[in-house]
């Protein structure tokens, strides 16, 4: 089961953080095709936020074909994303990169900055596809 922290200081709408923590779950293998997401009472006692928060997150989330609510039963998993388990050689790497730059006395933001800039020069942003050309019915194009 997924225990969800909210951080009220980041500006970040607290459903967004919710739908981020569920989708990093599920990239980590955290959370696999069938496991139960906890009820919103549940969410709403962990964490203090409002139910209808919650409610709005798992909303998004089936949504995007991720999770399906079962009336009587609960909320459960749909579909994992990506191939990165938790307990990949990278993540240990990881975890001893992130030690180093913390021992050199980079803060949390430098740390993340310094990884988002070296993901967008691996990772260029995505594009939009164009939408197709759009054709009136007696145009013979």
Do not use: C
Request: proline share 7%; no cysteine.
């Amino acid at each position: 089961m997924i225990d969800y922290r909210i951080d009220r200081h980041t500006g970040v709408a607290t459903y967004v953080q919710i739908v981020q923590q569920t989708k990093q779950a599920l990239r980590l293998g955290l959370l696999e095709p069938g496991d139960k997401l906890p009820t919103a009472r549940e969410v709403v006692e962990a964490t203090t936020v409002n139910p209808n928060t919650v409610l709005k997150a798992y909303r998004e989330l089936e949504r995007e074909g991720l999770v399906e609510a079962r009336r009587g039963l609960g909320t459960f998993v749909r579909r994992s994303l990506g191939a990165a388990p938790a307990d990949s050689p990278l993540r240990a790497e990881l975890e001893e990169w992130t030690s180093r730059a913390r021992d050199t006395g980079l803060e949390r933001d430098d740390v993340a900055a310094l990884f988002t800039a070296v993901l967008a020069s691996h990772y260029p942003a995505r594009t939009p596809d164009p939408a197709p050309a759009k054709t009136s019915e007696g145009d013979p194009s």
